[in-house]
């Protein structure tokens, strides 16, 4: 394999330090650099930044001008990574409100382009992304799909899934970005047909948490819900082995990667068929109307009536799909590629 020994890189998010733990997409990275033999330095802030490292690996747009400022004094290569939605032209399919890039203060909007335009090279985490991207000021941004560590994403056959599960915050934006609770409603029409199913719901507590909280009390469901609250990845994996099917009826996502995190893990996956969601999940999932508490529910009805043959079969595919297609070790081969390229053009 390809080695790095002698170069030093800057891995640069604006996500503190002690929350990256909470973030796969970026632990992910960081452990293919190290593997790579990159000495990693992590910097969340403009001063933490050093000068002069051989290379400038930063996530998401805007906070990506930081690095950049730091790169082009350096005269040393950048690559971000545009992951989000605030790279993304985008409006509420129901509200038409304007979310992301369009929803953004002008400095922050002047901050990705600026990004975009100038970095050496710009990564998007899916097909779906690129076309926006490229509006944004980003000459050939390449896809790089984000990954799934399938070694420790595995099924796990001694344990039989009963709950089923979705990953969202409970902060309003996210709430409404993930139709939290079109979910919720979703439940209670759920409920009337299998009265004992237990479901989960993991995420930090947000501002929206006490409302959610209030519906599931007066919809008389809260004895089958269970909120876990923000857990770090390890627990995650736990959750989803442990989970008949999993949810997640996002208006758009720019990978979704916790719907690939279920799908290696061999469960089945309920889904919107909104922005990236269906170049990751291709023909094998369940398809909702995200927007509909009928189309959602019935959904989740037709999964619970399945037999377990036909359930087993469906969690071969997932699996199978992420393994051909998003498998950490595809990840790692690309970014390989892509650093010998920019580090020799350097």
């Known amino acids: 394999m390809f080695q790095f020994n002698n170069k030093t890189v800057c891995f640069f998010s604006t996500v503190p330090k002690d929350k990256l733990q909470y973030e796969n997409y970026s632990l992910q990275d960081i452990r293919i650099l190290e593997e790579l033999g990159f000495k990693v330095l992590i910097a969340n802030n403009f001063s933490g930044i050093p000068l002069n490292c051989d290379l400038y690996f930063s996530w998401w747009a805007s906070g990506s001008a930081l690095p950049l400022i730091k790169a082009l004094l350096s005269r040393k290569p950048i690559i971000t990574i545009a992951g989000g939605t605030e790279a993304m032209l985008?409006?509420?399919?129901?509200?038409?409100?304007?979310?992301?890039?369009?929803?953004?203060?002008?400095?922050?909007?002047?901050?990705?382009?600026?990004?975009?335009?100038?970095?050496?090279?710009?990564?998007?985490?899916?097909?779906?992304?690129?076309?926006?991207?490229?509006?944004?000021?980003?000459?050939?941004?390449?896809?790089?799909?984000?990954?799934?560590?399938?070694?420790?994403?595995?099924?796990?056959?001694?344990?039989?899934?009963?709950?089923?599960?979705?990953?969202?915050?409970?902060?309003?934006?996210?709430?409404?970005?993930?139709?939290?609770?079109?979910?919720?409603?979703?439940?209670?029409?759920?409920?009337?047909?299998?009265?004992?199913?237990?479901?989960?719901?993991?995420?930090?507590?947000?501002?929206?948490?006490?409302?959610?909280?209030?519906?599931?009390?007066?919809?008389?469901?809260n004895n089958n819900i269970i909120f876990v609250g923000e857990v770090a990845n390890s627990d995650v994996l736990s959750w989803i082995q442990r989970s008949a099917l999993y949810v997640q009826i996002s208006d758009t996502e720019t990978f979704g990667l916790a719907i690939a995190e279920a799908m290696s893990c061999g469960v089945p996956v309920l889904v919107s068929r909104r922005g990236a969601i269906p170049e990751v999940v291709g023909d094998f999932g369940?398809?909702?109307?995200?927007?509909?508490?009928?189309?959602?529910?019935?959904?989740?009805?037709?999964?619970?009536?399945?037999?377990?043959?036909?359930?087993?079969?469906?969690?071969?595919?997932?699996?199978?799909?992420?393994?051909?297609?998003?498998?950490?070790?595809?990840?790692?081969?690309?970014?390989?590629?892509?650093?010998?390229?920019?580090?020799?053009?350097?």
């Not at 344990?159 to 309003?172: E, P, Q």
């Not at 619970?304 to 087993?312: A, K, P, W």
């Not at 969690?315 to 690309?334: A, D, E, N, P, Q």
């Open 90 to 221: 985008y409006c509420d399919s129901v509200t038409k409100q304007p979310v992301g890039y369009l929803n953004m203060p002008l400095w922050k909007k002047l901050a990705t382009r600026v990004s975009l335009n100038l970095s050496t090279k710009v990564l998007v985490v899916s097909h779906f992304m690129s076309h926006d991207v490229k509006l944004l000021g980003a000459k050939n941004p390449l896809v790089v799909h984000n990954c799934v560590d399938t070694e420790l994403f595995i099924p796990n056959n001694k344990v039989k899934g009963t709950y089923i599960t979705s990953i969202f915050r409970t902060d309003k934006d996210t709430v409404r970005l993930k139709r939290g609770k079109v979910f919720i409603f979703a439940i209670a029409e759920v409920l009337k047909v299998y009265p004992s199913q237990l479901f989960v719901i993991i995420g930090k507590k947000g501002n929206d948490f006490d409302c959610i909280n209030e519906i599931t009390h007066d919809l008389g469901i």
């Open 286 to 346: 369940i398809y909702v109307d995200h927007n509909s508490v009928h189309s959602v529910a019935q959904g989740m009805i037709d999964f619970l009536s399945m037999d377990t043959q036909e359930i087993e079969k469906i969690g071969h595919k997932l699996r199978s799909r992420i393994l051909t297609h998003f498998s950490y070790s595809k990840r790692k081969s690309k970014l390989i590629n892509l650093f010998k390229t920019v580090l020799i053009n350097e």
